[in-house]
């Protein structure tokens, strides 16, 4: 998490100071030391058992939805400053976020690496990872969670990059944008918050996470259908409610279906997947919106 949040105070700070469109770019380039979700999602998975796990995945959702829903309102009052004063406000506070790591976490209890006979080298721990990800991956019940993670995270990665477009296509400026991003985050919040354990009680994870599937293709296609904003607030409901979901319970039973001992590797398949689709999503969503509209 202490690199996670260096990385984000790093690349803000350089986007804040770009001048150019290579500046810009060049400032995403330490994003990719951002993995404060599977450090948080680790801390919790070891700190829980089964019967609660979704259920408390789903109060770290809401701790980043609280975020989500106050960036984008904060970001689009401070962008009347300038847009580079809410990319400075963004750099200091990620150096808070830093700054409250080292204070209250408690620090990782060392651990012995494992050796082999005669020592160990880089090539020897990079095959023994590449061994537990290939175990992993093979388990019964991993490789249908892995490609509804892959599937679902590609079609909410395409609408989360390609959003912004969509308001700016219907009429809203950058204060309502932040506006309807808030309102996405508040739902999130309500949904994670009060939903998700209740939901996985009476249905289980497995039928929530059915349900979840269905209720985001019903949203993604009433949100292509609509042409108002009020239509859009009304879609975004059950899409963003599905989505924030899945999410929790995708990883819940990712953590399930393997051995104690793996769950570290599958919490990072879990992440770097999420990465992958975040990074594939900008250049599809703009191939699609330039051949068929938002619409």
Same mark, same amino acid.
Request: some cysteine.
């Given at each position: ?6 990385? $984000?105070?790093?690349?803000?700070? %350089? ?49 980043? !939805? ?5 960036? &984008? ?18 750099? *200091? ?16 209890? &060392? ?5 082999? +006979? ?27 969670? #892995? ?7 590609? *079609? ?17 400026? &950058? ?5 309807? %991003? $808030? ?19 009476? @249905? ?14 019903? !949203? ?6 609509? +042409? ?24 819940? #039973? ?5 051995? &104690? ?13 999420? $990465? ?11 191939? @699609? ?7």
């Amino acid at each position: 998490m202490v690199v996670s949040f260096a990385a $984000s105070a790093v690349s803000y700070a %350089l986007t804040a100071s770009a001048t150019s469109l290579s500046l810009l770019y060049l400032s995403r380039l330490p994003t990719v030391f951002q993995h404060t979700v599977l450090a948080a999602r680790t801390i919790v998975t070891a700190a829980t058992d089964d019967g609660q796990r979704a259920t408390f995945l789903g109060y770290v959702g809401v701790s980043f !939805g609280i975020g989500f829903g106050l960036g &984008p309102a904060l970001g689009g009052l401070l962008s009347d400053v300038s847009l580079q004063f809410s990319a400075w406000v963004a750099a *200091a506070g990620s150096l808070a976020s830093l700054a409250s790591v080292l204070l209250l976490l408690p620090p990782d209890k &060392p651990q012995k690496a494992a050796t082999a +006979k005669g020592g160990s080298s880089t090539s020897g721990v990079a095959r023994q990872a590449i061994m537990k990800f290939s175990e992993a991956c093979r388990l019964p019940g991993v490789g249908s969670l #892995l490609v509804i993670k892959l599937t679902t995270g590609l *079609a909410f990665g395409i609408f989360q990059s390609m959003f912004t477009v969509l308001l700016q296509n219907r009429g809203l400026g &950058p204060k309502q944008n932040g506006a309807v %991003l $808030s309102f996405v985050g508040v739902v999130s919040i309500l949904v994670q918050g009060a939903l998700v354990g209740p939901a996985v009680s009476r @249905l289980g994870e497995a039928r929530t996470t059915y349900l979840a599937v269905w209720v985001m293709m019903l !949203g993604f296609g009433a949100l292509g259908a609509v +042409k108002t904003l009020v239509g859009t607030l009304a879609a975004l409901v059950p899409l963003c409610a599905a989505a924030v979901m899945l999410t929790a319970l995708n990883t819940s #039973l990712l953590t399930k279906a393997v051995p &104690p001992d793996q769950r570290g590797t599958i919490l990072s398949v879990d992440m770097s997947m999420g $990465s992958g689709t975040r990074m594939l999503s900008p250049g599809l969503g703009a191939v @699609l919106l330039t051949r068929g509209g938002d619409g």
